[in-house]
C-alpha cells in the first residue's frame, strides 16, 4: 500500500539560515514507496532548472506545469558538459527535501502548478548540500545541469544547463 504524506518545501537563504514559505512549492507530496502511476511517455511540463548565487552555491526548482501529475525520486543527479556530451558526475547531487534536518523522501509528487526548491547545492561532490563540514573537494569550472528522474526509473528530466566557474 502506498503511503502520501504532504509535505510542504521551503526555500533556505542557507542551510542553518533564515527560511521562508515559499508559494510556488505547494502541490507536492511523498510517497514511502518507488510505486508508480506514471504512463510510458515522458511526463509534461517538468521543468528542471537552477539559479546560481555569488558565494557558487545553486538552487535547484523543479515545476510541475503540464496537465498530469508527476512523481520524481527524491534525488536530483548532476551531469556536467565534457566535449560536447553529458556525463554523469558521480556521486554528486541534492536531495529534494524541505530543508536540511528533514530525510529525503523515496518520491515527490507534484501536482499541476507544483514546484520544489531544496535547500541550496553547494557545487560540491558527495555530500555537497547542507554544510556538513566534510572534504568533498568542489567541482571544477564548467556547464553543468541538474536531472530529475521518474520514480519508476523510466524517463530522465534534464534541467537547463548552468554553468560553475571558480
Not at 103 to 117: I, N
Not at 128 to 157: E, K, M, N, W
Request: aromatic share 4%.
Amino acid at each position: 500500500m502506498r503511503r502520501i504524506i504532504p509535505l510542504v518545501f521551503l526555500a533556505h537563504a542557507a542551510c542553518g539560515g533564515e527560511s521562508r514559505a515559499n508559494p510556488e512549492t505547494t502541490g507536492t507530496r511523498t510517497t514511502a514507496s518507488n510505486e508508480s502511476t506514471e504512463s510510458a511517455s515522458p511526463p509534461e511540463g517538468v521543468v528542471v532548472r537552477a539559479e546560481a548565487f555569488a558565494n557558487g552555491d545553486v538552487l535547484a526548482i523543479v515545476e510541475a506545469n503540464g496537465e498530469a501529475s508527476v512523481n520524481l525520486r527524491g534525488r536530483l543527479s548532476v551531469d556536467k558538459l565534457v566535449n560536447d556530451d553529458w556525463t554523469a558526475v558521480d556521486g554528486a547531487g541534492l536531495d529534494v527535501r524541505a530543508d536540511c534536518e528533514s530525510p529525503a523522501p523515496e518520491c515527490v509528487s507534484l501536482v499541476r502548478g507544483g514546484g520544489l526548491r531544496p535547500p541550496r547545492w553547494n557545487a560540491r561532490s558527495r555530500g555537497g548540500q547542507c554544510d556538513r563540514g566534510g572534504t568533498d573537494a568542489p567541482l571544477p569550472s564548467g556547464r553543468y545541469r541538474f536531472v530529475a528522474t521518474t520514480c519508476d526509473g523510466v524517463h530522465r528530466i534534464e534541467g537547463v544547463p548552468f554553468d560553475i566557474t571558480r
